[in-house]
């Protein structure tokens, strides 16, 4: 009987103890934007680089840094070659044509309206595989990449890049490109 009395006891004391504790409030995290953004159909910035048109739609300190968006066009054949990012992770959607994703060992076929969401840290690349121009809608998570897009396209147009300014450049924004198999 004592036993059943003490665990009762012991049992009221947690029960009280759990009513009375406030539960620690976690502080919302920073908004990313405090304003809300229009971006009309011609976009902000245009670059023609490594054969694609992007054009910046939203940008890093638009969103505080949380993230940016670009819309790229990209003819048939065309893509990225295989590179890995450090720091962004990103996000496509797919607006017209059809897409081949490398993701690590995976390939993913993506045709008007498929998402596809790239890891930071994880090789990838995407080819235009169909027969049409293709457009994709891009978000960038941080925010910040596309001035190395603003500074890839202020490399002289007179040929490809010189292999070590690129590679610089990429070093600069934590970005590797990795020979293809």
Request: net charge negative.
């Amino acid at each position: 009987m004592k036993t059943c009395q003490l665990l009762l006891s012991i049992s009221l004391l947690l029960l009280f103890a759990c009513e009375t504790q406030k539960p620690k409030e976690i502080p919302p995290p920073p908004a990313a934007i405090e304003q809300p953004i229009f971006v009309d159909n011609e976009g902000v910035k245009t670059w023609n680089i490594f054969g694609l048109q992007i054009v910046g739609k939203i940008f890093s300190e638009d969103t505080n840094g949380a993230y940016s968006v670009i819309v790229s066009t990209t003819p048939p054949g065309g893509g990225a070659p295989p590179h890995v990012h450090e720091i962004e992770d990103e996000l496509f959607y797919v607006l017209e044509g059809e897409f081949s994703f490398t993701c690590g060992e995976e390939t993913f076929l993506a045709k008007k309206g498929a998402v596809v969401v790239l890891p930071k840290g994880k090789p990838h690349a995407f080819k235009n595989t169909g027969g049409t121009t293709g457009r994709m809608m891009n978000t960038i998570t941080p925010g910040g990449f596309e001035q190395f897009f603003e500074e890839v396209d202020q490399l002289p147009k007179d040929g490809p890049p010189d292999p070590v300014t690129l590679s610089n450049l990429a070093m600069k924004y934590k970005l590797r490109f990795i020979q293809a198999d």
